[in-house]
């Protein structure tokens, strides 16, 4: 368990969890030149309530088999968002669920799902109760268009779903 931790500016991951059974909670990543969270392999990742920011991609389902669940985070100015699948040529049939997060303002974009075999893997995301202002997800799940507002403080300004609110509890 990674809990209250800040990673900054690094030249490949700032988390790499290969195989392992890890929840990442309370987390700050900025600036690294490939992903904030990297899961492959197999095993299971948990990531609650963590910012990844100017990362080329703030979380990854990468190779392997691995289950990643995202809950009340915020994924924004990365190059990518939240992403399934990796460049390695290594079959990609993990998941990534996702639920109570934003991500939105990544340059690439907020949400894609690209295996090494060039194209999306069907079922691979789940995104629900979550703003990632992507015409495949909006809509659906409780999933709300646009991008939210934000507190002068820079936090996601109060917008729920089923009662709960999006985005990091951090800002609390």
């Known amino acids: 368990t990674l809990s209250d931790v800040v990673f900054s500016l690094g030249e490949d991951d700032a988390i790499d969890h290969h195989n392992a059974h890890l929840t990442i909670e ?3 990543i900025t600036g690294f030149a490939h992903e904030g969270i990297a899961a492959s392999g197999a095993g299971i990742v948990t990531v609650e309530d963590t910012v990844a920011t100017r990362c080329e991609q703030g979380i990854e389902a990468g190779y392997g088999t691995p289950l990643v669940t995202v809950s009340h985070c915020l994924l924004v100015e990365n190059d990518i968002g ?3 699948g990796d460049s ?3 079959a990609d049939e993990g998941t990534l669920v996702v639920s ?3 991500s ?3 340059t690439e974009a907020n949400v894609l799902n690209l295996t090494d075999e060039g194209g999306p893997r069907p079922e691979a995301i789940q995104v ?3 703003m990632v202002d992507d015409p495949a997800f909006d809509g659906h799940d409780g999933n709300m268009p646009g ?3 934000w507190t002068a403080e820079g936090c996601v300004d109060t917008t729920t779903c089923q009662g709960t609110e999006i985005g990091p509890n ?3």
């Open 100 to 102: 109570h997060t934003v």
């Open 128 to 130: 629900s109760c979550s």
């Open 88 to 90: 390695y040529d290594w």
């Open 26 to 28: 309370r987390a700050w």
């Open 82 to 84: 939240l992403r399934f």
């Open 104 to 106: 939105v303002d990544n």
């Open 147 to 149: 991008v939210p507002g």
């Open 170 to 172: 951090i800002c609390d």
